[in-house]
């Protein structure tokens, strides 16, 4: 899968969590990296523990057509384009399990397209 | 302010006969002197072409039923709102336009014939809103009836649930024509508040609509999406969602997934139906009814 790069993904401070959105830049080698893969109509893994304080970079794939990640939580989203990666860094502040969606409609099913951030201690 | 109204607080400003809501609680206004007595019926998520044995088996007769109630009403409204998801999405273009076709032919036998259709994104995201152009017109309008200001505005053509500046810009042009205590009526499919981001109900621009909508001080909103009945306040703009016509929802946020309320054969076709909204003459105020279909 050829890697592209968008710049319309801005540097996010939000006010929970320190988030940041990118299709460029290098991991460092301590951050924890998780893989996201969103099909119609689900996204693989739906479940991901992270620990509250950890950077983590999400890294966000489609196998198919676009499709929308939005976490409000942590004031998160990005589009996720077919034959790109998309970078989320984010830095939990907060214990607690959270849900992020589908926001690109995508068709029928889109509307249980999602999936939980558990954050732990 | 931005709030929910609960059920109770909604009814305690009921007034005999029926629910009434001051939709300009922090502006009241005379309302013009043009305005007149009237009512009118908004239908939604009608989702014609869905199947789903658990959340309505009776989804190839849901929608003529509720023709033929709305047709039973004693007295029948001046025209009628559909506020989107007409049909049931689809992949296949060819099936997009039979639901629409058939959708068509089934409301064609309300005995009202002026009806205003606005998209929903199972209408509209899959091909911005191609289709739906063919079979019911353009997407966003505006008109005015009985001194009140009529604005569908499209917030699914876009399939990232976005209004985009160019409607944006056609409503700050609409509005200039408009009086600032003049009722103005927006009609819509999803929230243009954030009601629940995670399960999609929010429109991404949403906001900027609000905020143009602001300076006019007799604004109320009626939507569609959530299948559901809600009323929240943005300052002091009202927002009122309708129940579905094929299923219904979980309140926001009530648990962990959105998924359709399952049917209860014990109370057939529960949780649907349609709104009856009455507009008195030199008053704010909507009178609105909430009618079953069964």
Request: glycine share 6%.
């Amino acid at each position: 899968m050829r890697i592209g790069f968008t710049t319309s993904l801005a540097l996010i401070a939000a006010v929970a969590a320190a988030v940041a959105y990118s299709t460029a830049a290098p991991r460092a080698a301590t951050e924890r990296v998780v893989q996201l893969t969103a099909s119609r109509f689900t996204y693989a893994p739906d479940k991901v523990t992270l620990k509250v304080g950890e950077p983590v970079v999400l890294e966000l794939r489609t196998s198919d057509r676009k499709h929308g990640f939005k976490l409000p939580a942590f004031d998160v989203r990005a589009d996720v384009e077919p034959d790109q990666v998309v970078q989320v860094r984010i830095v939990p502040d907060k214990v607690g399990t959270f849900s992020f969606a589908c926001d690109q409609f995508c068709g029928s099913g889109h509307e249980e397209m999602d999936g939980t951030i558990v954050v732990t201690e | 302010m931005h709030g929910e109204i609960d059920r109770r607080d909604f009814l305690k400003l009921a007034g005999l006969g029926g629910v009434v809501f001051a939709s300009g609680l922090g502006h009241m206004q005379p309302a013009d002197a043009a305005q007149q007595d009237f009512f009118f019926v908004q239908l939604s998520d009608t989702h014609w072409g869905f199947k789903g044995p658990a959340a309505n088996p009776e989804a190839d007769h849901t929608l003529q039923k509720a023709v033929a109630a709305v047709n039973s009403l004693a007295k029948q409204p001046e025209f009628i709102v559909f506020t989107g998801d007409l049909t049931h999405t689809t992949d296949d273009d060819q099936e997009r336009r039979r639901r629409m076709a058939q959708f068509r032919e089934i409301v064609s036998e309300l005995k009202v014939k002026t009806l205003r259709f606005m998209p929903g994104e199972h209408d509209a995201s899959l091909d911005e809103g191609k289709a739906f152009q063919e079979f019911f017109g353009a997407t966003h309008y505006s008109f005015d009836h009985k001194g009140v200001h009529f604005i569908a505005i499209d917030n699914v053509s876009d399939p990232q649930g976005a209004i985009g500046k160019a409607q944006l810009d056609w409503l700050r042009a609409d509005l200039k024509q408009i009086n600032q205590t003049q009722p103005i009526v927006v009609l819509t499919h999803r929230p243009l508040f954030d009601l629940q981001p995670d399960w999609d109900w929010a429109t991404r621009d949403g906001k900027e609509a609000i905020d143009i909508l602001m300076p006019y001080q007799n604004v109320t909103v009626f939507y569609g999406h959530i299948h559901q009945e809600h009323h929240q306040m943005t300052g002091h703009i009202a927002h009122h969602a309708a129940k579905s016509l094929i299923f219904p929802l979980p309140a926001p946020g009530s648990q962990p997934k959105r998924a359709p309320i399952p049917w209860d054969a014990s109370q057939p076709f529960k949780g649907l139906g349609f709104r009856q909204i009455d507009a008195k003459a030199n008053s704010t105020s909507y009178s609105l009814t909430e009618k079953p279909i069964a």
